[in-house]
């Protein structure tokens, strides 16, 4: 079983960057992937970023390419993601998943979800 709960969201203005955190519960976070997914308002919700349970291969959907980055430290328990040159399209509730084995970009593949954090972004 593992709880997640993110934090870091808020409203930021176009162009600016903001860092989310995931904190994980229990002691198996090193051997999840982990998953960042996002869902604005009357759409799915939609794959963003994924790292596999060691760090060391990460996907990113085409939208926030270059601009946000995924990372973990399995010592603390928690997984980031780093947003820059934010966009109003970017408005969305942002979630962390936790799945086992190797990441993927299905929201089926996850098991744990956090209960999210808004990140609006105004024009």
């Known amino acids: 079983q593992v709880q997640l709960v993110e934090s870091g969201g808020g409203l930021v203005q176009a162009g600016d960057s903001l860092r989310l955190s995931c904190a994980a519960s229990g002691r198996t976070f090193s051997s999840y992937s982990m998953g960042w997914f996002r869902q604005a308002p009357g759409k799915e919700r939609e794959f963003v970023a994924a790292?596999?349970?060691?760090?060391?291969?990460?996907s990113y959907a085409d939208s926030v390419k270059s601009r946000f980055t995924i990372s973990r430290d399995n010592a603390k328990n928690t997984v980031y993601l780093q947003m820059s040159s934010l966009k109003p399209e970017d408005t969305a509730v942002y979630y962390c998943?936790?799945?086992?084995?190797?990441?993927?970009?299905?929201?089926?593949?996850?098991?744990?979800w956090g209960q999210g954090t808004q990140v609006t972004v105004s024009s």
């Open positions: 790292i596999i349970w060691s760090g060391g291969t990460t």
């Open positions: 998943a936790a799945a086992r084995g190797y990441y993927s970009s299905r929201t089926a593949d996850y098991a744990y």
